[in-house]
């Protein structure tokens, strides 16, 4: 990126990311004989959250293959009751009932879903009415892995590796290409006549994050900055994780044995931030049924105190070692008695050995339920642009049913590949003049900040006024901080690529920071995985709608609207 010339290419489909979804979107693409280019942040097939494994296993939500009394009209049924308003019925429907015949398609490919005495693995998913969960060892990495293997034994795509893009190039409001910046110093303007938006989450704008080093909030800032509205921003997964011996989830089954859960002073604190007329037991036995923090029942109080406890310096333990063996576990709980030994097997494996040892536990930031509002087609707001897994918006609410993120990323990675494809073919070639003028900067300079300590800086205020515990004080505190950061960015001096990359993506971090912020300040009340301890209880019906953003003529809205 310090050269002062730019490679042009032209591509029929762009696809930005090079996880689960994007690798759907791009096959699908190939399928329908469109050129296709994909950009991912590290080595294809090794970066992003798809392929990063903090659990033993992936929910894969499908009704039709463990459940007799499932349909995908139930699946459409449990995604709107989970999200508690702010979703889109007709995304919910071809989710829904999409999903099933992407079981075969992908077992076609060689992924192999776990089975349990000659049927399908599968759990009663988070927030879900049915077993449908089905499993997939290793978590994403079997669905990226098989995808990438398609695409590169039969599909034509160049692939594009240690990349990121800088900038949408979007024209009356339809979308061009994109600037991409290797770690090299490579700099190309893509253009092409569909752009795909796969670039996750933003786990990294929090210190504790189940997320890889490269989930940077990149599509949310890049679409918002291009004009594309943004829904939901304020609904995001926080769940229990293990941060000692080493990194894992702390799955929801794990809580039907009855952790002991204490400070590093032996306390046991827990009942001391739970309200009158509720026990542990309460909020232990609501837990059992979903593993993201959410304010629908009295298992909100178990993560509210120990993310207090945290945030008093305490380091907090759950304990195990009082467990009867794995033989003795029958105890009519079916997510249990079948997860129990995967996990604990697992957790061996990663040197995790609860038999003998407490293990550490915190509060982690997991997924977004919001991102780039989508139509049927996965089209945003703004014409030929995309989005598809996690960076897509409207298809979940304030919870998210467990499972749906990876079966919904091959739902619409399918139709918006394809879509995309086929759009493209009617879009004449781009020949305007080439956009030096959106070039980087030159590196060098004598910058007095350091972009690293300034990530830092916002990781911790995230983790502090975001992450869980909300109040309109916390929340004003945050952005104030994020505009002094903002201009403390600007005197920062990248020397190499690498570098300038890592700036630019403390920028989309801190963009996508304010966008939460702002639908968190908004949204007075309590619902779903979006917690204000200044306004605790959920509102009415008026509170239903989702909360958008956009930006319009250089000036940030936002306002409700019914999905």
């Known amino acids: 990126m310090s050269k002062h010339s730019i490679e042009i290419l032209h591509t029929d489909v762009l696809v930005l990311g090079g996880g689960s979804a994007a690798s759907r979107a791009a096959l699908e693409s190939d399928k329908e004989s469109a050129s296709t280019v994909l950009v991912t942040k590290g080595a294809y097939g090794f970066s992003g959250t798809s392929s990063f494994r903090v659990a033993e296993s992936a929910g894969f939500s499908a009704s039709g293959y463990t459940d007799p009394t499932d349909s995908p009209a ?57 077993r449908r969960s089905m499993k997939i060892k290793g978590h994403g990495e079997p669905i990226v892995a098989m995808l990438k293997k398609e695409i590169i034994c039969h599909g034509d795509i160049r692939i594009i590796e ?5 900038e949408l190039i979007v024209e009356d409001n339809i979308c061009r290409g994109a600037f991409v910046g290797s770690v090299d110093g490579e700099t190309w303007e893509i253009r092409a006549k569909a752009t795909i938006m796969g ?36 609904f995001m997964q926080v769940g229990f994780g293990i941060i000692q011996p080493t990194k894992a989830i ?29 026990t542990v037991t309460d909020c232990v036995k609501a837990k059992e049924n979903h593993y993201p923090f959410s304010t629908r029942d009295a298992s909100k109080y178990l993560e509210i105190a120990v993310k207090k ?6 380091k907090v333990y759950a304990d195990l070692r009082h467990v009867a063996k794995d033989d003795d576990l029958a105890q009519g709980n079916i997510n249990l008695t079948q997860m129990w030994p995967i996990t604990k097997a697992w957790m061996l494996k990663c040197g995790i050995d609860v038999d003998s040892i407490p293990v550490r536990i915190v509060c982690y930031a997991h997924s977004m339920n919001g991102g780039l ?61 080439p956009r030096l003028e959106r070039q980087v900067p030159v590196l060098g300079g004598s910058g007095s900040q350091n972009a690293a300590e300034l990530r830092k800086r916002l990781q911790k205020f995230s983790t502090d006024e975001l992450l869980i515990i909300r109040s309109g004080q916390g929340l004003r505190r945050f952005l104030d901080e994020t505009e002094r950061l903002e201009a403390y960015l600007h005197y920062c001096a990248p020397h190499t690529p690498q570098q300038q990359l890592y700036v630019r993506e403390t920028e989309n971090l801190l ?15 309590s619902r779903g995985s979006h917690y204000r301890e200044d306004y605790p209880n959920m509102g009415g019906d008026e509170w239903r709608q989702a909360l958008v953003h956009k930006l319009k003529s250089g000036l940030p809205l936002l306002w409700h609207v019914t999905l």
Not at 262 to 271: A, I, S, T
């Open 74 to 130: 139930q699946h459409q049924a449990d995604i709107l009751e989970a999200a508690l308003g702010p979703c889109s019925r007709k995304l919910a429907g071809i989710v829904a009932s999409g999903a099933p015949k992407q079981v075969p398609f992908l077992e076609s490919l060689g992924v192999k879903f776990q089975r349990y005495q000659d049927n399908y693995l599968a759990t009663r998913g988070c927030f879900a009415s049915c």
């Open 162 to 166: 240690h990349s990121m893009a800088t």
């Open 199 to 234: 670039t996750g989450g933003a786990g990294q704008l929090f210190s504790l994050s189940l997320n890889p080093a490269d989930v940077t909030g990149d599509g949310y800032a890049l679409g918002y900055r291009a004009g594309a509205e943004l829904v939901n921003m304020e």
């Open 250 to 278: 702390f799955n929801a089954w794990i809580w039907s044995l009855g952790p002991r859960i204490y400070d590093e002073d032996g306390v046991e604190f827990l009942e001391q931030y739970i309200p009158a007329g509720l």
């Open 309 to 314: 406890r945290c945030s008093e310096g305490k």
């Open 373 to 433: 509002l989508i139509d049927c087609n996965g089209e945003t707001t703004v014409s030929h642009l995309y989005a598809v897994g996690e960076v897509a918006g409207g298809l979940h609410g304030a919870d998210r049913l467990g499972g749906n993120m990876f079966s919904s990323g091959q739902v619409f990675g399918e139709i918006a590949g394809k879509h995309a494809a086929q759009t493209s073919f009617g879009v004449p070639d781009d020949t305007s003049a």
């Open 511 to 525: 963009l996508t920071g304010r966008l939460i912020a702002q639908s968190a300040m908004s949204r007075t009340e």
